[in-house]
């Protein structure tokens, strides 16, 4: 399972095998693969709970990272993940982390959600979003597509983190552990890790149920 499944860490091996955790540490530092420990800092407290956003079209979250592409040097990551199913509907990697690059993980959110790039008519869920993303460009892109928005901070209450944790996750388990040799190479890693991100893994605050298998709870 591990050489099949190289984008799991080894905490969803653990769940997966049903082993200790240690175990799998072990091997893959064995095997010579990268592990990636988080530096002991002060750091907000997140709560292990189901979001507060306790309805599947409540409120969404968008944020921009750098992620490490090698040649190309580092990229911007714009995300966007739905707060209470933490489903990634929408992302763009470009070389720039200018406010276009943020507006474009948009436009692939309402392809995803309405099929096309245009006005939403229908009950759409509120975007959350920081300081980060008060440009006009961005800002004039949810009047255009008549979204709602939200300035909530990252570890609020109402929103616990969840966006940086994710990105968080992305790199320890992807992007960091891998070397990578090109930003399309960098592209091809961050799609075949979300897309096991929503079909296999785990997920402790979903009662250690993969996404697609919540949703269908739902329904």
Same mark, same amino acid.
């Given at each position: 399972m591990?050489?099949?499944?190289?984008?799991?860490?080894?905490?969803?091996?653990?769940?997966?095998?049903?082993?200790?955790?240690?175990?799998?540490?072990?091997?893959?530092?064995?095997?010579?693969?990268?592990?990636?420990?988080?530096?002991?800092?002060?750091?907000?407290?997140?709560?292990?709970?189901?979001?507060?956003?306790?309805?599947?079209?409540?409120?969404?979250?968008?944020?921009?990272?750098?992620?490490?592409?090698?040649?190309?040097?580092?990229?911007?990551?714009?995300?966007? &993940?739905?707060?209470?199913?933490?489903?990634?509907?929408?992302?763009?990697?470009?070389?720039?982390?200018?406010?276009?690059?943020?507006?474009?993980s948009?436009?692939?959110?309402? &392809?995803?959600?309405?099929?096309i790039?245009?006005?939403?008519?229908?009950?759409?869920?509120?975007?959350?979003?920081?300081?980060?993303?008060?440009?006009? *460009?961005?800002?004039?892109?949810?009047?255009?597509?008549?979204?709602?928005?939200?300035?909530?901070?990252?570890?609020?209450?109402?929103?616990?983190?969840?966006?940086?944790?994710?990105?968080?996750?992305?790199?320890?388990?992807?992007?960091?552990?891998?070397?990578?040799?090109? &930003?399309?190479?960098?592209?091809?890693? &961050?799609?075949?890790?979300?897309?096991?991100?929503?079909?296999?893994?785990? *997920?402790?605050?979903?009662?250690?149920?993969?996404?697609?298998?919540?949703?269908?709870?739902?329904?």
């Amino acid at each position: 399972m591990i050489d099949a499944e190289s984008c799991f860490g080894y905490c969803t091996g653990e769940l997966t095998l049903g082993i200790n955790k240690n175990t799998v540490h072990r091997i893959i530092q064995l095997i010579g693969w990268q592990i990636w420990k988080r530096a002991m800092r002060m750091q907000s407290h997140i709560e292990i709970v189901p979001s507060p956003a306790v309805a599947t079209s409540e409120r969404l979250a968008v944020s921009l990272a750098r992620v490490w592409s090698d040649k190309d040097c580092a990229a911007s990551l714009a995300l966007v &993940i739905h707060s209470h199913m933490r489903e990634r509907l929408g992302r763009h990697l470009f070389c720039s982390g200018k406010a276009t690059t943020a507006g474009v993980s948009l436009d692939y959110l309402l &392809i995803r959600r309405c099929g096309i790039i245009g006005r939403v008519d229908r009950e759409f869920p509120r975007i959350v979003k920081g300081l980060v993303f008060t440009s006009r *460009h961005f800002t004039a892109l949810f009047g255009k597509y008549g979204l709602r928005q939200d300035f909530i901070p990252p570890h609020y209450p109402l929103e616990n983190g969840m966006i940086e944790l994710s990105i968080r996750t992305l790199k320890e388990q992807s992007v960091h552990r891998l070397h990578v040799e090109g &930003i399309l190479h960098t592209g091809g890693i &961050i799609l075949y890790w979300t897309s096991c991100y929503s079909k296999r893994r785990p *997920h402790q605050a979903l009662a250690y149920a993969c996404l697609s298998r919540h949703a269908d709870q739902l329904l």
